[in-house]
């Protein structure tokens, strides 16, 4: 059972700006930093985001992670069709929920 | 190139068990925390275990007393043993590097590479 919570979709059409956001608790959020992940149909998840507002090496700048007190928010600008896939945040956890969890994930659809 | 590959999914009945192996290539294993992550079909991310390079472990509480994380380095490999297995536990697990990204001030985390998962299914 997903501890963070996501709205279960978004969508926009090509060139837009898509906001996703991540609600979580004292215990992960509140006092950790945030990653977001991106999954391709049928793939394997792909770290998009860490330290809150960071990516990693390859990483497009179209996408920008932020948080504040126990939310966090993934953007993506100009909305591409190869954006279209579920992403998720995730955060590590200092209570008994487990060491990391993941929210409940977000469909992307480029309309 | 760095990668991963699991192996040992399959079907098993419930109260079973299972184990599933990864095996790292392309960097170096013994110098990483290692991970378990699973997706119900049709589902999101569900973190399930973790294993330090000092070989302490971590479990989510859904698994904790069922199933046992382990890392055999020489060989490069990482375990995840699933006893009493229950339909809930159908899934594809994925197993996952943590990678650390420091700076000056400290050290954030990540997993950066994951491998392409293997299916259990638990049902009679």
């Known amino acids: 059972q997903s501890v963070l919570t996501q709205p279960p979709s978004a969508s926009g059409t090509p060139g837009q700006r898509v906001t996703i956001s991540c609600s979580g608790s004292s215990s992960n959020i509140g006092s950790n930093t945030v990653n977001w992940y991106q999954q391709l149909p049928g793939t394997a998840p792909k770290l998009l985001i860490y330290s809150n507002n960071q990516r990693p090496s390859g990483v497009p700048d179209r996408f920008s992670g932020s948080k504040s007190g126990t939310s966090a928010s993934l953007a993506i600008s100009g909305l591409q069709s190869e954006d279209e896939a579920d992403y998720y945040c995730a955060a590590w956890d200092d209570s008994l929920n487990g060491l990391y969890v993941f929210g409940t994930g977000t469909k992307v659809t480029v309309l | 190139e760095v990668q991963l590959v699991e192996s040992g999914g399959g079907l098993v009945q419930p109260g079973g068990s299972l184990r599933l192996s990864c095996a790292a290539s392309g960097f170096t294993f013994s110098s990483y925390d290692m991970h378990w992550v699973r997706q119900g079909t049709g589902k999101g991310l569900e973190w399930v275990s973790a294993?330090?390079?000092?070989?302490?472990?971590y479990y989510a509480g859904s698994v904790k007393g069922r199933f046992t994380i382990s890392r055999e380095n020489a060989k490069n490999s990482l375990y995840l043993q699933m006893n009493s297995l229950r339909a809930g536990d159908t899934a594809v697990y994925y197993c996952?590097?943590?990678?650390?990204?420091?700076?000056?001030?400290?050290?954030?985390?990540?997993?950066?590479?994951w491998g392409q998962g293997t299916t259990v299914s638990v049902s009679s």
């Open positions: 294993i330090g390079t000092a070989g302490d472990t």
């Open positions: 996952a590097r943590r990678v650390e990204y420091c700076t000056t001030i400290g050290c954030d985390y990540g997993m950066d590479v």
